[in-house]
């Protein structure tokens, strides 16, 4: 079983105590008896789904087993293997045998009565919303306290999600802390079931629908969200709602800028303009700096203050974002959740596993006290922990294949930019560029989706302990190679195809003479076909999938004589697509944010192609959730993890990257330097830049004044119980004599 070290050694586990009523409860429709189960007297047959007495809102978790006949053996033997490790725990777990209509599914509805929970969570020492009219849960706080019975009228009632959560502590937590020992996700992989999904509550779910899909530009139903879906989705949609609000601001003051330059524009004489005909010119010769002076001055006048703009705004927008993840954590009661974040099962079933003494300190990392003397290890109770001592060894193992998947996207990038180039296709240059830049967007999606499978595998072999860390390790691989790949050909544009420098006996220029302008243009392209492809691959592929999967079964119903209003609850939501997470939503918007940043200079309306997708975004990942998805696991997040160290990355390398593009690119900005005293201007702008940020930085703090007082007041009253109750108590005395003193007055 999983080496884990129970949370109560001491304690001698049982069954928890069934009432008649209770025992009969459990036993529905297509569930076998204990006793028949504790002898091996498992018997899985599927019968039809009923709507009269069965409801589907009352099951967490379904598990889906393949019911051809080549399969139905395989299924029976995994299946009642399954009914019986249910019996394992202290916590009985009902469930029903559901026949697909078309017969090539059974569906396993877990499930437990509301009672059966609340014991559980007491059993299993669980944090449950208090009621909506307790004291720490006043001005809409969601707080939590460790659930007891004694004290059951304090906490809110079972919400889906609440259910959802105590059921999957029961499935993954260990035999010796009393749960089943079950990794869903393991045995998945190992294709004992063909998927498994929690179960949406329709009723629930009309309600947040309601509110969500409701036209606004900045507004979201966060607490609600966070109600049904978690914390995890709800931190995801207040980043996007906040991101997509800033963007707004850089928008405008982009297209006042684009206006600017253009009423500039109409001012140029045409003989001052850039005129191809005059010159007999192509990249077997270096390109003539009095061409390259014909470039449009107040382009790059324009984009000199945008770029200041820009790098303002995303210190601000930084800071602001840390304030407002503060506000949600406190109100959504998660500032701690990575302290109290159970292990993931998949940790527990690696061989290579030891058990050490010592504990895990915040951030994942385990403190190892071997050393120590057993008699005060005793003394401090220290435990043996499991530990993977490989984490390190697996991650070096896996730099090789991403340096060369490095090499390949650049070599790639490099070969479309000199296509692009070709003589073969010079005469047609009206279309090269635009050819060369989709094709450029093509690769890159390509080298994406390649990638990502790569990283995954990776991260799965380093075996994290919790998903926090799982997550903080996938994002560093995952981002590390989407900045190469997705900005690589923009850089070579900028310092080394703008250099006049000769490779491959081609000197490195771009089309007239302008890399200013090429560079906008290569922008704004990829830039679009990378948000049409994710709108298409984030909604419209698992849209078009559940239809068709919907219709194939329609079909098959048809054929037999029955109507689509046949399908049952659970073949409904099992024929749509699995929700992938809120991990390529992140990825997709810093992907953006790259764009939006990095080369803003060269084109100023980036950021408003950025707000118009998120604003469709917003909307398109809320009818995902909603329609097009099941039911996504819960996951808590008190924050957006290493993607915040990406955003600080992601603006300190902007604000270098537009003042090089001044320096080096816009070479009509500061006329014809040397190459050191650019270097010198480079350093000089940069640091002065980075001087306002840091100022900016200092003068904001990150978590609010009001979230700092809340969060110090829950932890005294949690470390001072008894101070509390005896101040309590001298209240209460006080009152009594004052009342008493009045009386005999």
Same mark, same amino acid.
């Given at each position: 079983?999983?080496?884990?070290?129970?949370?109560?050694?001491?304690?001698?586990?049982?069954?928890?105590?069934?009432?008649?009523?209770?025992?009969?409860?459990?036993?529905?429709?297509?569930?076998?008896?204990?006793?028949?189960?504790?002898?091996?007297?498992?018997?899985?047959?599927?019968?039809?789904?009923?709507?009269?007495?069965?409801?589907?809102?009352?099951?967490?978790?379904?598990?889906?087993?393949?019911?051809?006949?080549?399969?139905?053996?395989?299924?029976?033997?995994?299946?009642?293997?399954?009914?019986?490790?249910?019996?394992?725990?202290?916590?009985?777990?009902?469930?029903?045998? *559901?026949?697909?209509?078309?017969?090539?599914?059974?569906?396993?509805?877990?499930?437990?009565?509301? %009672?059966?929970?609340?014991?559980?969570?007491?059993?299993?020492?669980?944090?449950?919303?208090?009621?909506?009219?307790?004291?720490?849960?006043?001005?809409?706080?969601?707080?939590?306290?460790?659930?007891?019975?004694?004290?059951?009228?304090?906490?809110?009632?079972?919400?889906?999600?609440?259910?959802?959560?105590?059921?999957?502590?029961?499935?993954?937590?260990?035999?010796?802390?009393?749960?089943?020992?079950?990794?869903?996700?393991?045995?998945?992989?190992?294709?004992?079931?063909?998927?498994?999904?929690?179960?949406?509550?329709?009723?629930?779910?009309?309600?947040?629908?309601?509110?969500?899909?409701?036209?606004?530009?900045?507004?979201?139903?966060?607490?609600?969200?966070?109600?049904?879906?978690?914390?995890?989705?709800?931190?995801?949609?207040?980043?996007?709602?906040?991101?997509?609000?800033?963007?707004?601001?850089?928008?405008?003051?982009?297209?006042?800028?684009?206006?600017?330059?253009?009423?500039?524009?109409?001012?140029?004489?045409?003989?001052?303009?850039?005129?191809? &005909?005059?010159?007999?010119?192509?990249?077997?010769?270096?390109? $003539?700096?009095?061409?390259?002076?014909? /470039?449009?001055?107040?382009?790059?006048?324009?984009?000199?203050?945008?770029?200041?703009?820009?790098?303002?705004?995303?210190?601000?927008?930084?800071?602001?974002?840390?304030?407002?993840?503060?506000?949600?954590?406190?109100?959504?009661?998660?500032?701690?959740?990575?302290? &109290?974040?159970?292990?993931?099962?998949?940790?527990?079933?690696?061989?290579?596993?030891?058990?050490?003494?010592?504990?895990?300190?915040?951030?994942?990392?385990?403190?190892?006290?071997?050393?120590?003397?057993? %008699?005060?290890?005793?003394?401090?109770?220290?435990?043996?922990?499991?530990?993977?001592?490989?984490?390190?060894?697996? &991650?070096?193992?896996?730099?090789? +294949?991403?340096?060369?998947?490095?090499?390949?996207?650049?070599?790639?990038?490099?070969?479309? +930019?000199?296509?692009?180039?070709?003589?073969?296709?010079?005469? /047609?240059?009206?279309?090269?560029?635009?050819?060369?830049?989709?094709?450029?967007?093509?690769?890159?999606?390509?080298?994406?989706?390649?990638?990502?499978?790569?990283?995954?595998?990776?991260?799965?072999?380093?075996?994290?302990?919790?998903?926090?860390?799982?997550?903080?390790?996938?994002?560093?691989?995952?981002?590390?190679?989407?900045?190469?790949?997705?900005?690589?050909?923009?850089?070579?544009?900028?310092?080394?195809?703008?250099?006049?420098?000769?490779?491959?006996?081609?000197?490195?220029?771009?089309?007239?003479?302008?890399?200013?302008?090429?560079?906008?243009?290569?922008?704004?392209?990829?830039?679009?076909?990378? *948000?049409?492809?994710?709108?298409?691959?984030?909604?419209?592929?698992?849209? *078009?999938?559940?239809?068709?999967?919907?219709?194939?079964?329609?079909?098959?119903?048809?054929?037999?004589?029955?109507?689509?209003?046949?399908?049952?609850? $659970?073949?409904?939501?099992?024929?749509?697509?699995?929700?992938?997470?809120?991990?390529?939503?992140?990825?997709?918007?810093?992907?953006?944010?790259?764009?939006?940043?990095?080369?803003?200079?060269?084109?100023?309306?980036?950021?408003?192609?950025?707000?118009?997708?998120?604003?469709?975004?917003?909307?398109?990942?809320?009818?995902k959730l909603l329609s097009a998805t099941r039911r996504p696991e819960y996951k808590g997040a008190e924050d957006i993890g290493s993607w915040?160290?990406?955003?600080?990355?992601?603006?300190?390398?902007?604000?270098?990257?537009?003042?090089?593009?001044?320096?080096?690119?816009?070479?009509?900005?500061?006329?014809?330097?040397?190459?050191?005293?650019?270097?010198? *201007?480079?350093?000089?702008?940069?640091?002065?830049?980075?001087?306002?940020?840091?100022?900016?930085?200092?003068?904001?703090?990150?978590? $609010?004044?009001?979230?700092?007082?809340?969060?110090?007041?829950?932890?005294?009253?949690?470390?001072?119980?008894?101070r509390i109750a005896n101040a309590q108590k001298r209240g209460e005395r006080a009152r009594a004599s004052s009342t008493s003193q009045r009386?005999?007055?």
């Open positions: 079983g999983p080496l884990i070290a129970p949370r109560h050694p001491n304690r001698k586990l049982k069954p928890l105590a069934m009432s008649e009523e209770l025992e009969a409860q459990l036993l529905t429709n297509g569930s076998n008896s204990p006793a028949d189960i504790e002898v091996g007297m498992v018997d899985f047959k599927p019968r039809t789904w009923n709507d009269e007495t069965d409801d589907f809102n009352t099951c967490q978790y379904v598990i889906v087993y393949p019911w051809l006949e080549k399969d139905r053996a395989t299924s029976t033997e995994f299946g009642c293997d399954f009914v019986r490790r249910l019996s394992r725990g202290v916590v009985p777990i009902n469930y029903k045998i *559901i026949m697909s209509y078309d017969e090539d599914e059974v569906f396993l509805c877990l499930s437990c009565p509301d %009672e059966v929970l609340w014991r559980a969570a007491e059993h299993f020492e669980l944090e449950m919303p208090l009621h909506g009219d307790h004291e720490h849960t006043k001005g809409g706080l969601m707080a939590r306290e460790v659930y007891t019975d004694d004290c059951k009228s304090r906490f809110a009632p079972l919400s889906s999600l609440s259910k959802i959560k105590v059921m999957q502590t029961i499935l993954e937590s260990d035999a010796e802390e009393g749960g089943i020992g079950m990794d869903l996700h393991n045995s998945f992989q190992r294709k004992e079931f063909a998927s498994y999904f929690t179960v949406h509550n329709e009723e629930e779910k009309a309600k947040l629908k309601k509110k969500w899909i409701r036209f606004q530009f900045f507004s979201a139903p966060l607490d609600e969200i966070a109600y049904y879906y978690g914390e995890g989705v709800a931190m995801y949609f207040t980043f996007l709602q906040r991101y997509t609000m800033w963007l707004g601001f850089a928008s405008l003051v982009g297209v006042i800028l684009s206006i600017a330059l253009a009423v500039l524009n109409t001012s140029v004489s045409p003989d001052d303009a850039w005129n191809a &005909t005059k010159y007999d010119w192509d990249d077997s010769q270096p390109c $003539p700096y009095e061409i390259s002076e014909k /470039s449009s001055k107040n382009d790059q006048e324009v984009g000199a203050v945008f770029a200041i703009f820009i790098a303002l705004w995303s210190t601000l927008f930084s800071e602001f974002w840390k304030r407002r993840q503060a506000e949600v954590a406190y109100r959504w009661d998660v500032m701690d959740f990575e302290e &109290t974040e159970r292990p993931r099962p998949e940790f527990f079933v690696n061989a290579e596993l030891q058990r050490k003494p010592g504990f895990y300190a915040p951030g994942d990392y385990f403190i190892d006290l071997e050393d120590w003397p057993k %008699e005060r290890r005793e003394e401090f109770h220290v435990q043996d922990e499991p530990v993977f001592t490989s984490q390190k060894t697996r &991650t070096a193992q896996g730099l090789p +294949l991403i340096t060369i998947l490095l090499g390949i996207v650049v070599v790639g990038t490099v070969g479309i +930019l000199f296509f692009k180039k070709s003589k073969a296709i010079a005469h /047609s240059s009206t279309f090269t560029s635009p050819i060369g830049s989709c094709l450029n967007a093509i690769f890159i999606i390509i080298m994406n989706g390649i990638y990502s499978r790569v990283a995954e595998f990776l991260t799965n072999r380093e075996n994290h302990r919790t998903d926090t860390s799982y997550d903080d390790s996938l994002i560093v691989k995952t981002f590390c190679f989407q900045f190469v790949n997705s900005y690589v050909s923009l850089f070579w544009i900028a310092y080394i195809q703008g250099s006049n420098a000769q490779i491959f006996g081609a000197y490195q220029t771009c089309n007239e003479c302008n890399c200013w302008h090429y560079l906008g243009s290569q922008l704004a392209f990829v830039f679009i076909i990378q *948000i049409a492809w994710g709108q298409f691959q984030e909604v419209g592929i698992p849209y *078009i999938l559940g239809l068709y999967k919907l219709y194939a079964e329609n079909k098959n119903l048809q054929k037999s004589g029955e109507g689509a209003t046949n399908i049952s609850p $659970p073949n409904q939501q099992s024929k749509k697509a699995p929700y992938p997470g809120v991990f390529s939503d992140y990825l997709e918007m810093f992907i953006q944010y790259g764009y939006v940043t990095l080369f803003v200079a060269a084109y100023p309306l980036t950021p408003l192609m950025a707000f118009c997708n998120n604003v469709i975004e917003a909307k398109t990942d809320a009818l915040q160290l990406v955003l600080d990355t992601m603006s300190a390398a902007a604000t270098v990257n537009n003042v090089a593009l001044l320096v080096f690119v816009a070479r009509n900005l500061l006329g014809d330097y040397t190459f050191s005293t650019k270097v010198l *201007i480079l350093v000089g702008v940069e640091h002065l830049v980075f001087g306002l940020k840091f100022i900016i930085a200092g003068i904001i703090p990150d978590v $609010p004044g009001e979230v700092v007082r809340g969060e110090a007041l829950k932890t005294y009253i949690k470390e001072h119980p008894q009386g005999n007055a």
